[in-house]
């Protein structure tokens, strides 16, 4: 049972334009959000997250924003850079089971010229 | 110059042995975790720790043993029950009361 999905594999972008990432969760007890950015043989790297209690947070380039009763949050990135192609991931924690993370399947990004 | 480290970053093992990855952090975290990731698929979590001397399975236990003997050490054994080993093994740290977990940069176990 996937309780954290993103849906799309890969999203190819050109640089200088905004990049969205999208992820859609099942368990409405999920109240924390990360984004984390993944390079190939390496480990993930913490980006971004939000609060169940935030519909939005910013931080440089990178804005998620949370939709709660859609169950859906995304990642924008603006402007995208040729150093942002990676793979993403989202992930979701909910209170009181030991900071536990449901990872999303990622969504590779391509930043092209 | 804190952070997380795994050794060996590729290791080879014959089916039918068991082979143990090394996690140590720095970072004075109380919990750790061990993921796994394949190909298309997102991170699972095999076994975590919050504290010395206890540690819990995860989703995908089964086949793997851990030990939490320090705060800063999680080592891994993946015993020859695991039926589909070969993987990109991930060890992970964070402070007790937080979301925000990091990453070491991995161990690619290949059995063949």
């Known amino acids: 049972d996937q309780q954290v999905k993103q849906n799309s594999p890969s999203l190819s972008v050109q640089e200088g334009r905004i990049s969205i990432l999208n992820c859609d969760y099942t368990?409405?007890?999920?109240?924390?959000f990360l984004w984390y950015k993944k390079y190939p043989a390496e480990g993930p790297t913490f980006l971004i997250s939000i609060s169940s209690i935030k519909d939005k947070n910013e931080d440089g380039r990178f804005t998620v924003f949370l939709n709660k009763s859609a169950k859906h949050l995304s990642l924008h990135i603006v402007p995208s850079q040729p150093g942002d192609s990676a793979v993403y991931f989202c992930a979701a924690s909910a209170f009181g089971t030991a900071s536990k993370l449901t990872f999303g399947t990622g969504t590779r990004l391509q930043v092209t010229l | 110059d804190g952070g997380i480290t795994q050794s060996p970053k590729y290791l080879f093992r014959k089916e039918g042995q068991n082979v143990t990855l090394s996690c140590e952090q720095n970072?004075?975290?109380?919990?750790m975790y061990w993921y796994r990731q394949d190909p298309g698929q997102g991170l699972r979590l095999i076994y975590y720790?919050?504290?010395?001397?206890?540690?819990q399975k995860g989703d995908i236990a089964e086949g793997y043993s851990v030990s939490r003997e320090k705060k800063e050490s999680f080592p891994l054994t993946v015993t020859s029950a695991q039926k589909n080993p070969t993987a990109f093994y991930l060890c992970?740290?964070?402070?007790?009361?937080?979301?925000?977990?990091?990453f070491g940069p991995g161990t690619r176990l290949t059995v063949t």
């Open positions: 720790s919050q504290i010395v001397n206890d540690f």
């Open positions: 368990n409405s007890m999920f109240d924390y």
């Open positions: 970072l004075n975290h109380d919990a």
């Open positions: 992970a740290s964070s402070m007790a009361i937080a979301y925000e977990q990091y």
